[in-house]
Nanobody, 126 residues
Framework: EVRLVESGGGLVQAGGSLRLSCAAS????????IGWFRQAPGKEREGVSC????????YYADSVKGRFTISSDNAKNTVYLQMNSLKPDDTAVYFC???????????????????WGQGTQVTVSS
């Protein structure tokens, strides 16, 4: 059974930080790219960041570049998203996702995702 279990969401003031974790199981970690999408109320799901464990290449949406950092611990099959300098616009449900490496160029397309986590709420107050 494939599982992506997120943790680390919560309420934080603008300018603060949070670290999200995603523990993956049920598939070969190295065969997939792991990343994060988010969805704010009334908005479409947005690709935030992803990491390819084979070469540690990372990708970021323009809206989070310089503020968010994605990393992975391959021994633990866990991916982290360190979020700094948070803004109220970052408020959303954050989903951990996994998709096949061959679809890396489509990393921001929701329909390319093979597996979704249940999501964790991040709320940034002004």
């Amino acid at each position: 059974e494939v599982r992506l279990v997120e943790s680390g969401g919560g309420l934080v003031q603008a300018g603060g930080s949070l670290r999200l974790s995603c523990a993956a199981s049920g598939f070969t970690f190295d065969d997939y790219v792991i990343g994060w999408f988010r969805q704010a109320p009334g908005k479409e799901r947005e690709g935030v960041s992803c990491i390819s464990s084979s070469d540690d290449s990372t990708y970021y949406a323009d809206s989070v570049k310089g503020r968010f950092t994605i990393s992975s611990d391959n021994a633990k099959n866990t991916v982290y998203l360190q979020m700094n300098s948070l803004k109220p616009d970052d408020t959303a449900v954050y989903f951990c996702v996994a998709f096949r490496r061959i679809l890396l160029r489509l990393w921001r397309v929701p329909s390319a995702v093979d597996y979704w986590g249940q999501g964790t709420q991040v709320t940034v107050s002004s």
